[in-house]
C-alpha cells in the first residue's frame, strides 16, 4: 500500500465472499485482489461498506475480513479504506481502533441511521468519537442518505471539519446531488478533500464537476473500462468519454429493471471474475438463475469502443 499517497481513481467497493452455508470466505480474497489488479485495472478497495453486507456482518467478521484484505493487499493495492461505521458507537469506535492497528489505509464512516443525528452538529459529534479513536489514520465520511435518511448536506459538513476532525481527508459521496456535491468542491479547493463519488451511472457528470475519482461496486466488474473512460476524459476526449458512460448505463439500466442490488452484484463478479462471491446474507435473498443468464448475456453483448 501506498501512504500518504492521495485517494483517487477508482476505488472497488467489494463484496465479501461467502460460502454456501453464509459463512465469511476469507480464502478467496487472495484471488480477488490478483484480479482487480490484473483484470480490472483497480488498486483501491473500500471493505465492508453497503456493498459488502458491513452492516450485516458481526464485529469479528469484520475484523477477520479487514485484516485479509490489508494483508493480501500489502504489495498490491495502493489503498484498503475500511468502513468501520455501525449503530453503535463503541462498535463503531472498537473496528477503528482495530483498523488502525492492522494497517489500513484510511477509514470511513456512515452516519447512524436507527437513531439518527438531525443536524450537522449531531453528525459531526458522531463521526468525531470514531475518528479519535485511530488518531494517524486518514477518515472519509460516507454519505449515502437514499440508505441512511440522514440528508443532512455535505456542504454543511464540510464547514470548519478539520478543525474538529484534524484526520478527514474527504467524502464518498453516494447521492445524486451534483449541486452539493459541487458546492463541496469549489468551497473546500484549498484543503485537498478526495471527493469520491458514488452511483457509477453519472460518475461522468461528477468528474465533469471536480470529482477526484469514485467508489462503486461497478468497478468489480467494469473497472477496465470505466479507466479507460476516465483516461478519455482526461485527454480531453468527451465524446469517447461519453460512449463509455453511456454503455455502463445501458447495462445498469438493463439489471435495474431486473431487479439489482447486492446480491446480483455478487452473481455479476462471479461470472465475470471466475471467483466464488457465494450468496448474500439474509434478509437479502441470492441471484436467480433467469437474472444470472440474462445479465450475462446483455454484458457480452455490449461493443465497447476499445473493440473488446
Same mark, same amino acid.
Given at each position: ?24 470466505? !476469507? ?8 484480479? @482487480? ?5 483497480? $488498486? ?9 453486507e458491513g452492516l &450485516? ?9 479487514a485484516e485479509e ?6 504489495? $498490491? ?10 449503530? &453503535? ?15 489500513? &489505509?484510511?477509514? /470511513? ?6 437513531? $439518527? ?5 449531531? @453528525? ?5 468519537? *470514531? ?5 494517524? *489514520? ?99 476526449? @468527451?465524446? !469517447? /468519454?461519453?460512449k463509455y458512460q ?5 447495462? !445498469? ?14 452473481? *455479476?463478479?462471479?461470472? *465475470? ?8 446474507? !439474509? ?10 443468464? $440474462? ?14
Amino acid at each position: 500500500m501506498t501512504p500518504g499517497k492521495k485517494l483517487e481513481g477508482l476505488v472497488a467497493a467489494t463484496v465479501t465472499p461467502m460460502t454456501p452455508d453464509g459463512q465469511i470466505n !476469507l480464502s478467496v480474497i487472495r484471488k480477488y485482489v490478483d484480479y @482487480l489488479v490484473s483484470e480490472q485495472n483497480v $488498486k483501491n478497495v473500500f471493505v465492508n461498506g453497503t456493498t459488502g453486507e458491513g452492516l &450485516s456482518l458481526n464485529i469479528q467478521e469484520r475484523k477477520q475480513l479487514a485484516e485479509e484484505w490489508v494483508c493480501q493487499g500489502k504489495e $498490491k493495492l495502493d489503498h484498503v479504506i475500511i468502513h468501520v461505521g455501525a449503530l &453503535s458507537l463503541p462498535e463503531s469506535q472498537e473496528l477503528a481502533r482495530h483498523a488502525a492497528a492492522i494497517g489500513a &489505509s484510511g477509514i /470511513a464512516v456512515i452516519a447512524p441511521f436507527f437513531f $439518527k443525528p438531525t443536524n450537522k452538529d449531531e @453528525l459531526t459529534a458522531f463521526l468525531q468519537k *470514531v475518528a479519535s479513536e485511530a488518531p494517524a *489514520v486518514p477518515f472519509y465520511y460516507y454519505h449515502i442518505p437514499s440508505l441512511t435518511g440522514v440528508k443532512i448536506r455535505v456542504e454543511e459538513l464540510l464547514g470548519g471539519i478539520k478543525e474538529q476532525i484534524p484526520t478527514f481527508q474527504g467524502v464518498k459521496f453516494s447521492d445524486t446531488d451534483l449541486l452539493d456535491l459541487a458546492q463541496c468542491i469549489n468551497k473546500n479547493e484549498r484543503e485537498q478533500f478526495a471527493f469520491l463519488y458514488g452511483v457509477d451511472e453519472q460518475l461522468l457528470s461528477a468528474l465533469a464537476i471536480g470529482a477526484d475519482g469514485a467508489v462503486g461496486s461497478t468497478y468489480n466488474y467494469l473497472g477496465q473500462k470505466t479507466n479507460l473512460m476516465l483516461q478519455a476524459f482526461a485527454k480531453p476526449d @468527451l465524446a !469517447l /468519454a461519453r460512449k463509455y458512460q453511456f454503455l455502463t448505463g445501458e447495462f !445498469l439500466n438493463f439489471v435495474i429493471k431486473l431487479g439489482f442490488g447486492v446480491a446480483q452484484t455478487k452473481a *455479476v463478479i462471479t461470472f *465475470v471474475s471466475g471467483i466464488p462471491m457465494g450468496p448474500p446474507r !439474509l434478509p437479502l435473498v441470492d441471484a436467480s438463475e433467469e437474472f444470472i443468464v $440474462k445479465a450475462k448475456a446483455k454484458l457480452d453483448s455490449i461493443v465497447w469502443p476499445d473493440g473488446d
